[in-house]
T-cell receptor, first 114, second 114 residues
Framework: DGGITQSPKYLFRKEGQNVTLSCEQNLNHDAMYWYRQDPGQGLRLIYY???????QKGDIAEGYSVSREKKESFPLTVTSAQKNPTAFYLC?????????????FGPGTRLLVL | QKEVEQNSGPLSVPEGAIASLNCTYS??????FFWYRQYSGKSPELIMS????GDKEDGRFTAQLNKASQYVSLLIRDSQPSDSATYLC??????????????FGTGTKLQVIP
């Protein structure tokens, strides 16, 4: 099946701990994105990558880091510098560049702080 | 002014009625417009895209775009309880290099009453 997978579904973080969220896609999409969603709020862009070995900060990148070593994979690390990490994290990938570029989402990871 | 604005709702409609969801955007160079449906605790699912002025129909869903008024709407005919969800409006605008920046609204919660 083609699609975007995220793991784990739930993740618990202890104080001062770094945690990594996985995102994999087999859609052959070049671009991948990480969003954060808080209750009652829209999606806020954390990082995005348009091509392998390149990524850009989004609107709320502080306290997060990413890598893009393979086209299929775009893991997100939530570092201890992120003081309010509890949120629903969504990974997306998109079709070709251009006006009709369309984003598709994975199932999400819910991060909770212990 | 927010880039993409939606009424948070909830919008309550009786089963079988037409639900009308509205979205306004601020950037006149925006080119592509999307509606996503998000069930509680789940990730957003693309249901409609529209690129030119006018109406676009897909089953019970109709997207309407008016670029002069910077307004996009989603009509759901014969609303069903299974349509109860939050509907996110998303707007693309072009960046350098052919890339797009997509901005999401905070969503409108729709409740279809049996």
């Amino acid at each position: 099946d083609g699609g975007i997978t995220q793991s784990p579904k739930y993740l618990f973080r202890k104080e001062g701990q770094n945690v990594t969220l996985s995102c994999e896609q087999n859609l052959n999409h070049d671009a991948m994105y990480w969003y954060r969603q808080d209750p009652g709020q829209g999606l806020r862009l954390i990082y995005y990558s348009q091509i392998v070995n390149d990524f850009q900060k989004g609107d709320i990148a502080e306290g997060y880091s990413v890598s893009r070593e393979k086209k299929e994979s775009f893991p997100l690390t939530v570092t201890s510098a992120q003081k309010n990490p509890t949120a629903f994290y969504l990974c997306a990938s998109s079709t070709d560049r251009g006006p009709q570029e369309t984003q598709y989402f994975g199932p999400g990871t819910r991060l909770l702080v212990l | 002014q927010k880039e993409v604005e939606q009424n948070s709702g909830p919008l309550s409609v009786p089963e079988g009625a037409i639900a009308s969801l509205n979205c306004t955007y601020s950037d006149r160079v925006s080119q592509s417009f999307f509606w996503y449906r998000q069930y509680s605790g789940k990730s957003p699912e693309l249901i409609m895209s529209i690129y030119s002025n006018g109406d676009k129909e897909d089953g019970r869903f109709t997207a309407q775009l008016n670029k002069a008024s910077q307004y996009v709407s989603l009509l759901i005919r014969d609303s069903q309880p299974s349509d109860s969800a939050t509907y996110l409006c998303a707007v693309n605008r072009p960046l350098a290099g052919g890339y797009q920046k997509v901005t999401f609204g905070t969503g409108t919660k729709l409740q279809v009453i049996p």
